[in-house]
């Protein structure tokens, strides 16, 4: 059961976003910001855990009262591992992003990451996936969780260009139902061109440039970095200087893929415009 805004005896229901690093994010001002906006009596803070201890940093929080958390990178994958139940879009994801503890004692898992990005790009930003051709960088856990959805929205293309390049061409192979996904390096997108490409790799957190080819950006493409953050990601810098015709950074998913979270721990679809807005300025 949750707790309501006016059951002052017990305590606000405890929620968290683990990852590492966790310091930079923006998750609970936004859940905080959902919470005050629908009513909700609950707390939300983030924890940084360190490698090898996701498991442990798991059980304590839930022993301690915890009712959900977000999963943030590097452990996305572990915890796909560690849920007993799975979301049909975290089966196929092969990553979560989302935990709720349920009454039962079973621990359940969701990736609403995909969900978000095609919300904020295909809703918020009115860009058309349809038959257009997509670039997507990485091939991490972000990226396992974008691709069912961004396929559902039927594009002509997909191509993802990982540092890694098996990596990539294992997630093209698990990927290529209905459509043919292509896995290759950056440096074999030579004389290709793109409608759309999306960052999903973690080189704008560390202020790193992708090694991309020039003149892979279509007419009118756009640029979307999942990261958010800083006003200008070297990535987006890249996409200013080959022309793109919009930049975007991933509050918008951010945002988003928090809403879906917070709806499947409250019930309650917070509205996400005006925070995104708010986070964007
Ligand atoms: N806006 C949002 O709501 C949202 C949601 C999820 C994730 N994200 C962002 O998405 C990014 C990736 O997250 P993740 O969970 O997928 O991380 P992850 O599972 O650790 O994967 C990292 C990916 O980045 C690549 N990479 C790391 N450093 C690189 C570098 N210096 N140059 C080139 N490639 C590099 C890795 O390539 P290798 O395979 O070669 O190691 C891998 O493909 C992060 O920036 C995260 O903040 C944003």
Known sequence: MTSSLFDFDV???????????????????IHLEFARQTGQRMVYEAIQ??????R????????????????????KQEAWGLVDERSERAERAGA????????????FGDNTDGVGLVRD?????????TDKRLLILGAGGAVRGILSPLLAENPSEIVIANR??????????EFSVGMSIQGCGFGMLGDRQFDLVINGTAASLQGEQLPLPDGILAGNATCYDMMYGI??????DWGQAQGASRLLDGVGMLVEQ????????RGVRPETVSLIGLLSA
Do not use: C
């Open 11 to 29: 305590p606000p229901d405890r929620y968290a976003v683990m990852g590492n690093p966790v310091t930079h994010s923006k998750s609970p001002q």
């Open 49 to 54: 855990v360190n490698d090898g201890g996701f």
């Open 56 to 75: 442990q940093a798991v059980g304590n929080f839930r022993a301690a009262g915890g009712k959900g958390l977000n999963i943030t990178l590097p452990f």
């Open 96 to 107: 979560v992003n989302t935990i709720m503890f349920l009454e039962t004692d079973s621990i």
């Open 121 to 129: 790009i295909v809703v918020n930003q009115s860009i058309n996936i």
């Open 164 to 173: 890694t390049i098996d990596k990539a061409e294992a997630l093209a192979i």
């Open 231 to 236: 006003s200008a990601t070297p990535f987006l």
């Open 258 to 265: 928090a809403a879906e979270s917070f709806n499947l721990w």
